[in-house]
């Protein structure tokens, strides 16, 4: 009898010894957040570093997902299968982002393919910068920046309209302003076409105001095209 307790006893022991000695994966994760720090932390420090490093990522998500009306930690939820999950998140985020990384690259390779097709059909230059007050007797009832921009079609066929922006640039090699414009003229191979526009002068507006100070010989500009249309329907332009 005697020895039938002792082996009871052992058996006891070495069943105890062994739950002592689990694996930190198999610990279920508490639900409840407060005892994380006491019941979760001493297991949290067996794992390896990079393993601690997924866990405590998940728990983060799960503690955010939880402060914003998401459900936090599954119940029943294990170390080891947080980590899974969390594994499982960061491939899914690395995948996104390499998904978004090579939609960018195509997108400017587009850009840049369009702009140089753009800048061998036209060329674009400012011809004149000019400033202009108030002229209440011309009808002018506020201070007006006006621009005369020249293009000429360097293609072989008839161009029926040209848009695109022109970029100033000052003596720095910064961009400090630009203006837009946009021509539904048509213009024939080999032919050239002034457009004059004007925009109402804001001194608040920190580009404009750079253009406008801008003095002749001390800038030059840059033309970033978007979109020519041909009198035949054909058009090049650089993807939004």
């Given at each position: 009898?005697?020895?039938?307790?002792?082996?009871?006893?052992?058996?006891?022991?070495?069943?105890?010894?062994?739950?002592g000695?689990?694996?930190?994966?198999?610990?279920?994760?508490?639900?409840?957040?407060?005892?994380?720090?006491?019941?979760?932390?001493?297991?949290?420090?067996?794992?390896s570093d990079?393993?601690?490093?997924?866990?405590?990522?998940y728990?983060?998500?799960?503690?955010?997902?939880?402060?914003?009306?998401?459900k936090?930690?599954?119940?029943?939820?294990?170390?080891?299968?947080?980590?899974?999950?969390?594994?499982?998140?960061?491939?899914?985020?690395?995948?996104?982002?390499?998904?978004?990384?090579?939609?960018?690259?195509?997108?400017?390779?587009?850009?840049?393919?369009?702009?140089?097709?753009?800048?061998?059909a036209?060329?674009?230059?400012?011809?004149?910068?000019?400033?202009?007050?108030?002229?209440y007797?011309?009808?002018?009832?506020?201070?007006?920046?006006?621009?005369?921009?020249a293009?000429?079609?360097?293609?072989?066929?008839?161009?029926?309209?040209?848009?695109?922006?022109?970029?100033?640039?000052?003596?720095?090699?910064?961009?400090?302003?630009?203006?837009?414009?946009?021509?539904?003229?048509?213009?024939?191979?080999?032919?050239?076409?002034?457009w004059?526009?004007?925009?109402?002068?804001?001194q608040?507006?920190?580009?404009?105001?750079?253009?406008?100070?801008?003095?002749?010989?001390?800038?030059?500009?840059?033309?970033?095209?978007?979109?020519?249309?041909?009198?035949?329907?054909?058009?090049?332009?650089?993807?939004?």
């Amino acid at each position: 009898m005697n020895k039938t307790l002792k082996l009871a006893a052992a058996y006891i022991g070495v069943t105890l010894m062994l739950a002592g000695c689990g694996k930190p994966q198999d610990a279920v994760i508490p639900n409840d957040m407060s005892t994380w720090d006491k019941d979760l932390a001493p297991k949290i420090q067996k794992l390896s570093d990079e393993d601690k490093k997924l866990l405590t990522g998940y728990l983060m998500r799960a503690k955010m997902g939880e402060a914003f009306g998401g459900k936090g930690v599954p119940i029943g939820t294990t170390v080891g299968q947080g980590i899974e999950e969390q594994k499982k998140w960061v491939a899914e985020q690395e995948a996104k982002a390499a998904e978004e990384k090579a939609l960018k690259e195509k997108i400017e390779r587009e850009r840049a393919a369009a702009a140089e097709a753009i800048g061998k059909a036209v060329t674009v230059a400012l011809i004149e910068k000019k400033e202009l007050a108030s002229n209440y007797r011309a009808g002018r009832y506020g201070e007006e920046q006006v621009f005369k921009i020249a293009v000429k079609n360097n293609s072989e066929k008839e161009i029926a309209g040209v848009s695109g922006e022109l970029e100033f640039i000052d003596v720095f090699d910064k961009t400090v302003g630009s203006v837009t414009f946009s021509i539904s003229e048509k213009i024939k191979a080999g032919a050239e076409y002034v457009w004059v526009g004007s925009r109402r002068y804001n001194q608040f507006i920190d580009s404009q105001r750079a253009v406008w100070n801008l003095e002749d010989g001390k800038y030059k500009t840059r033309f970033k095209p978007e979109t020519v249309v041909f009198a035949d329907g054909a058009k090049l332009g650089s993807p939004q």
